[in-house]
């Protein structure tokens, strides 16, 4: 899961980015699924992005 606080839509793409750079490094901790993702927006200001790992 990937959290950021701030403006929207700015935290939004901001999340994204740091998801396709955590998985694009080929030393991360996990692999992606490429299953199901999905975005949550817990409150006006808040995003949390879950990612489906192998």
Known sequence: MF??????????IATWTK????FSDEDSEYT????TDFDYYSGPNEIEVYIAIQ
């Open 32 to 35: 992606r699924a490429y299953t």
């Open 19 to 22: 998801v396709w750079s955590y």
């Open 3 to 12: 959290t950021a606080t701030g403006e929207l839509p700015q935290i939004v």
